[in-house]
């Protein structure tokens, strides 16, 4: 943990840390939409209830993020969590709705 | 009233949990916890908490209820750590003031 | 990293922990004063007598005045917000911003005459409530940095959970006799584990207090980001009446007033007024909440200018939005009773105690061995743990004690306060930076939770000598000044246990010099 940490190891850990924020807040705004669109409540309710879980869902990917095996295991996984959502979300909707791609 | 029953429940269940860990258990008996003792505590410890739980869903409701009840636990824990560390015996006397306290403001 | 799951969490735990700590201890440290915010601000005004009950016609006739003021102050103001006056606090408070990004402007104002209440200017508990969610920066900048700080000890309390073998056994155990890493430890393990519940309740609540800010995503999906159409259809608030860009007059308010106190069987708490010289302005009575947990605050919306009833908003809220408005109620505990308020409290300074004791533990773990120079990140965090743990409670003294040394009728009076805050918490924090140079840590440590004490000692002196006279009630302001005093105990206890703490190294001496009755360290 200490002073010795080599450049690769530094290089392991900020791609973790970039991972982790991006990855995590960007599969949260994705589920956010997506049960926000689909959840059957009223409109207000849906969005509600999806804003509300949505902080529960960041932490569980940043966890993940940390937890995987490796760099590499890590993307794999958010980079598919990702895809998943944006595909339901198509599905759910006709379209990829705000800036990606219509 | 209800952060007095459940606190005073809630003390006593925890100070039960707690001297079922070995070490604590010496800071009051001269030896270990033997096996049916250490259950016998643990028991008595859940139910204590059990009941304090029952008693503030029983006196507030579903929604005050749970907030009162991990207040004043969260209270009596820390009342109890801080014994435990700075004066151990001072629990037997405590212990029997938590069931004054209990009865007294349950009935009050 | 590549290790187990319970490694790479411990892992995270450090060092997410260590890079949002500073903020977290001083968010924990406000938002545990803001419990008592109407108390702090009721001492810093000692001038205010409180009142018996304020009728209908009295508050009626207080909203005619603060209208009047706000016309021939504030007309171009897009909005006016009108704080009733209550027994506890019977002042008339106006805010109102003429242009966007500018401070808004603010004023006390007599119930009874509408004149300017003759007492000290004072940002009083408010500072330090804005200080928890803004951190005295532009409020778009403190509440995200705040935000991610909030997400990321989210972060730190599940990876503290898993990293936990035995939560059991350490949630009573805080050994006092052992070197100082387990001390620290323990202190971290005891308060982090005890109130538990409450860390997580009030992370992730104080999360969802600003939700729509920080995950706009489902509001921009589902309402094209018309986040007042959202609130509105949530039922938190009143539709929304654009303006009509024709000019109108304002109707007398104090009929409002009156019908509004005869809808809602709740104290009246505020007025705001929207677009107060267009003909479609909107007058919002917003009322205490009712008691529960839920922040709901009922509305009354009047038509401006013809003081008719558009919308009334009193419960009824669907069950989503039910748990939005309770989460945001358990994070700021309105509905506490002094019993209770005073357990959130205590969990609060838990709160405090987990996080600082946490940043301390970094450095504890981590002390140089004898002999060796300390590297340049271990001084770095010692000198910022110093500077926050120790500084900002010393501004929060500093801010008290200004609050009764400088003249009433100052210029500027509540900014001076606001520079004695932050003067002294940078104080402290250089000159605990500048002690590293040739003190050693727990001789730095000690001097400055003492200075700590000290301060708070003085606040209370200076409130006893230069404001006795003043007191409404002298009951309440010894009860407080008790408090501040118990505050000065409690630095000065921990200064002293600080000093007491042996280093490891001189501990590891010692023990192998009384080698022959080896003690068993029972992990």
Known sequence: MSGSLTLAKRAAVAGRVVLAVGGGYGIAALATILLSLTLPLPRAEAVTAATLASFAVMVGVVVVAFAARSLGRAAAILGGLALALALALRLATGSFPFGFGS | MTLLVAGGLGFLGLAALCLS??????????????????????????????????????????????????????????????TLSYRPRALVWMAALAVVVTFGAALA | MKQGFRQSMAWLHTWSGLVVGWVLFA?????????????????????????????????????????????????????????????????????????????????????????????????????????????????????????????????????????????????????????????????????????????LMITYTGVVTLAIMYMPWGVTAAYKGDQFAYFAETGQITKARPAAGQPGTLAPVGPMVARALATIPEPLERLVVSNPRDANSTVVAVFEEPHGLSHEHPQVAFAGTSGTIVEVLSGGLRPAAKTFTTMVGLHEAHFAGPALRVLFFLCGLMGCAMVGSGLVLWTVARLPKAGTATGFGWRLVHTLNIGTIAGLPGGIAA????????????????????????????????????ANAWLAPRQAWRGALAAVAGLFAAAVLADLVLARALWDDPAWFLGFDAVLLAVAAGFALISRKVDRFRAPGRARREAAAAVGTPRMERA
């Open chain 3, 27 to 199: 968010v924990f440290v406000t938002g545990t004063a803001t419990y008592y915010r109407a108390e702090i601000s009721r001492w810093m005004q000692p001038e205010l007598h409180r009142q018996a009950a304020i009728g209908p016609e009295a508050l009626a006739h207080a909203a005619d005045l603060a209208v009047a003021h706000l016309e021939a102050h504030a007309g171009e103001a897009r909005s006016w917000f009108i704080g009733l006056p209550t027994p506890e606090r019977p002042l008339v408070e106006l805010f109102w911003r003429t242009r966007p990004g500018t401070a808004p402007d603010h004023v006390l104002l007599d119930p009874r005459t509408g004149a300017p209440a003759a007492m000290r200017a004072t940002k009083g508990g408010d500072l330090l409530y804005r200080f928890h969610f803004e951190l005295h920066l532009p409020p778009l900048w403190g509440r995200w940095i705040v935000g991610i700080c909030a997400m990321v000890m989210l972060v730190a309390l599940v990876s503290g959970i898993v990293t936990h073998r035995r939560i059991f056994s350490d949630f009573f155990t805080l050994r006092r006799d052992k070197a100082a890493q387990r001390g620290w430890l323990d202190a971290h393990n005891v308060s982090g584990v005890l109130a538990l519940p409450f860390h």
């Open chain 3, 399 to 434: 801010y008290l004690i200004a609050n009764r040394l400088l003249p009433a009728d100052l210029a500027g009076r509540s900014e001076r306060e606001v520079q004695a805050f932050f003067g002294v918490w940078i104080l402290v924090a250089a000159a605990g930076a500048a």
């Open chain 2, 21 to 82: 860990l070995g070490r604590h258990h010496q800071a009051l008996w001269p030896s270990p916890p033997t096996r049916p003792r250490v259950l016998g505590l643990r028991a008595a410890g859940w139910t204590l908490v059990a009941l304090s739980l029952a008693a503030a869903l029983h006196f507030d409701g579903g929604a005050f209820g749970p907030v009162h009840w991990l207040g004043s636990l969260i209270g009596a824990a820390l009342l109890l750590v801080v």
